[in-house]
């Protein structure tokens, strides 16, 4: 059945289209070009290895996973106009591997005829199964798609190895409030696309509270401008005025009852409440931002880094914990999951501090990026060489009670020293086996 939908703002006609045409705000103020595209300046800002690769028309299979709303379908959609190629967007969810079988077909016929490369786009890429990953493998192998997939999901323990090992990884990050609140301004200034034709009227604190509210998601904070402004009533001054409390009205979460700089301000005294060992503060904390309309899963997230950084080898068991409660305020939500959320914060508070772990991961990563040109020990090698190299056979530890010396590390950092054992808690009592 089809009707016609009117939106009338105190007699004065918002929309007049049908139904099914109605596209969202956040869909028709998508980014066409990488001009309109923002954030992300990681991964598209200039000189970085995306933009090297579409400048120069070497970009392969890609997969593109982050929090949603933060450009990764419409970045896809971008480099294959860019780069002048067909393009088909086909959903995990609904596709299976008949749908993908045409698509190839169809890309190798026009690679073959006019040259024309074609990119497959795949949103929620990480619902395939192994099945339906297998039968586009060889087409990307050789080149007949090129293969870009989306998903919300860490794509290295969500997906097959095989698609992964053959796609360039890009984490995207969520988008910061600056860059939500310049793209708010250009739909309101948008006549074609956006807002540009309605006689709104914002303030500065209801676009400062969506841009921030929205939790770095793009698509979340349009629909909240576009529910906004449809849902307020024209002013005597004919205006469609929006301010704070229509914002706070218009989020789809609940409102924070403090600014950003309180936020962060009072998620730093949590974490910091965690490592100096006070169990009240670090309660109040989490509950005020919580009370205040934080998620508490953030809080849960946080709980499980310093259970690492802050406690580390000190008392293990502090990460076991911080992660099951982060597990059942996932599952069980509030208010249920805030008892054993509770219970962990009390435990990481309460537990021996020791901040080794950070340390080791810290000097480690200095030398993984500053000694590239190292080589495995010989022995260690899948396929030994026969070749001496100053090393001897492989010795197999359990053949020796479990433990036996050998060199482990390359020889320019054989003698490095990551992990030195704190003296609080249970490390203090952990004998290095490097030592011995």
């Keep these: ?24 705000l956040a869909e028709k103020m998508r980014p066409k070009n990488f001009e309109e595209f923002v954030g992300q300046e990681h991964i598209v800002g200039k000189n970085t290895l995306l933009y090297r690769a579409i400048k120069y028309g070497t970009l392969g299979s890609c997969i593109f996973y982050g929090p949603p709303g933060t450009g990764k379908t ?4 971008i480099i294959a106009n860019t780069l002048k190629a ?12 008949s749908e993908a079988k045409a698509v190839i077909e169809r890309a190798r016929q026009d690679k073959a005829m006019f040259g024309t490369d074609t990119f497959l786009i795949l949103d929620e890429c990480h619902r395939w199964n192994k099945a339906q990953s297998d039968c586009v493998l060889e087409a990307i192998e050789d080149g007949s798609i090129y293969f870009i ?36 301004k250009r739909a309101l200034e948008d006549k074609e696309n956006g807002l540009g034709s309605l006689p709104v009227k914002i303030s500065e604190e209801a676009l400062d509270y969506i841009s ?20 307020t009533p024209l002013s005597r001054s004919k205006e469609i005025n929006v301010d704070l409390e229509v914002a706070k009205q218009s989020i789809d979460r609940k409102a924070l009852s403090m600014d950003e700089n309180m936020y962060y301000d009072f998620l730093s005294a949590f974490c910091k409440s965690l490592r100096g060992c006070d169990v009240e503060a670090a309660l109040y904390y989490s509950q005020r931002l919580i009370k205040a309309g934080c998620d508490p899963m953030i809080i849960a997230r ?38 054993p959320l509770t219970h962990a914060i009390i435990y990481v508070c309460e537990a021996e501090k020791s901040n080794s772990v950070v340390k080791a991961l810290n000097m480690a990563q200095f030398d993984a990026e500053h000694n590239t040109d190292n ?12 070749n001496s190299d100053g090393h001897g056979k492989y010795k197999y530890p359990h ?35 490097k030592f011995r």
């Excluded at 059945?1 to 918002?14: A, D, E, H, P, R």
């Excluded at 921030?212 to 698509?219: H, I, K, Q, T």
């Design 86 to 97: 067909n393009y088909v967007k086909i959903n995990a969810v609904t596709s299976g591997v």
């Design 149 to 184: 997939g989306t998903t919300t999901e860490n794509p290295y323990t969500s997906m097959t190895r095989a698609i992964v090992s053959r796609c360039r990884v890009f984490e995207f990050k969520s988008l910061s409030s600056t860059d939500i609140k310049k793209a708010l």
């Design 212 to 231: 921030f509210a929205c939790g770095g998601d793009m698509r979340g904070a349009l629909n909240a401008l576009e529910l906004a402004v449809m849902t």
């Design 1 to 24: 059945m089809k009707f016609t939908c009117l939106l009338i703002n105190s007699g004065v006609k918002y929309a007049s289209m049908e139904r099914q045409t109605r596209v969202p």
């Design 375 to 386: 080589k495995v020990p010989n022995h260690l090698k899948n396929h030994p060489s026969t």
């Design 74 to 77: 419409t970045l896809a959609n």
């Design 302 to 339: 946080r709980l499980v880094a310093h259970a690492s950084e802050d406690v580390g080898m000190a008392d293990s068991n502090a990460l076991l914990l911080a992660t099951s409660a982060m597990y059942a305020v996932e599952k069980m939500g509030q208010p249920e999951g805030l008892i």
């Design 399 to 433: 053949d020796y009670g479990g433990y036996v010396k050998q060199q482990y590390m390359p020889d320019k950092l054989k003698d490095r020293i990551y992990y030195t054992p704190g003296q609080n808690g249970k490390e203090k009592n952990l004998i290095r086996k």
